[in-house]
């Protein structure tokens, strides 16, 4: 039989990556609180199908995608034949969740008669109205600082003249390995030219309104010419 000592994990693990058990491990640990954010006056309990979790890249066509998400399916109230899905938006795939942007992604649903019927619930209504609020609210921040994010992208690369966001496009990250602080990611294009695509990056502080001095560009400007994605110069 081989020994092994109190080092052997911290050898052989890379902590360089997040592994699926790594993000479970983390979600088990936030448990109460993704049970808390989905209980209601008909949802009594949650029961997490810790298995399913799966992260992956939100398809938008552009090179670096629409984001990496986490997502998680569950059951509720002890019913076998009962799913929902939650999901977190991810900075990336060494990223963590960020538990206050935990989003229903499927509706709570049982299975009946053949058919699964969805479970609705005014106290669940009002709870997305409140996050869909803030959201707009988040939006409306940025759009208030819109020259000041344009003229720092303009500095970014002098031959741009003028910059296009995709306001419905911005998304809010978990708590990443590389930086430890929420972030928040907004895509846009420039030059009017929807062939372009750049990623802006803040990091986020209380609601996770993003602090404007932080911005960044995630990655260079790119555009696309014929099946690839080059640099905008």
């Known amino acids: 039989m081989k020994l092994g000592t109190p080092l052997d994990h911290f050898l ?3 902590y ?10 983390y ?16 949802v009594k309990s949650v029961q997490w199908q810790w298995e399913t979790l799966e992260v992956g890249t939100i398809g938008n066509g552009t090179p ?62 009002r709870k997305n109205r409140e996050r869909e609020d ?16 344009t003229n720092y992208i303009k500095s970014q690369n002098p031959k741009i003249k003028s910059v296009q966001y995709h ?6 990250s978990g708590s990443s390995v590389q930086y430890g602080e929420p972030y928040a990611i907004l895509f846009g294009n420039v030059d009017g030219n929807e062939e372009t ?9 209380e609601n996770n309104f993003p602090h404007i001095e932080t911005m960044f560009l995630n990655r260079k400007i790119l555009i696309k010419k014929g099946d690839e994605w080059v640099n905008y110069e």
């Open 12 to 14: 052989t693990h890379d």
């Open 16 to 25: 360089t990556v997040v592994t699926k058990q790594d993000q479970i491990d």
């Open 27 to 42: 979600l088990k640990k936030h448990e109460q609180e993704m049970t808390d954010a989905m209980l209601d006056k008909k």
């Open 64 to 125: 670096q995608g629409g984001g990496t998400m986490l997502t998680i399916y569950g059951k509720f109230n002890d019913i076998e034949d009962s799913d929902f899905v939650i999901g977190f938006e991810l900075k990336n795939t060494k990223s963590y969740p960020n538990m206050g942007h935990m989003l229903l992604m499927q509706p709570l649903r049982v299975l009946k008669n053949g058919g699964w019927e969805i479970v609705y619930d005014e106290e669940g209504d």
């Open 134 to 149: 803030l959201y707009n609210q988040q939006v409306e921040f940025l759009k208030s600082h819109e020259e000041e994010m």
């Open 167 to 172: 306001w419905d496009s911005l998304r809010f």
């Open 197 to 205: 695509t750049f990623m802006l990056e803040f990091k986020s502080g």
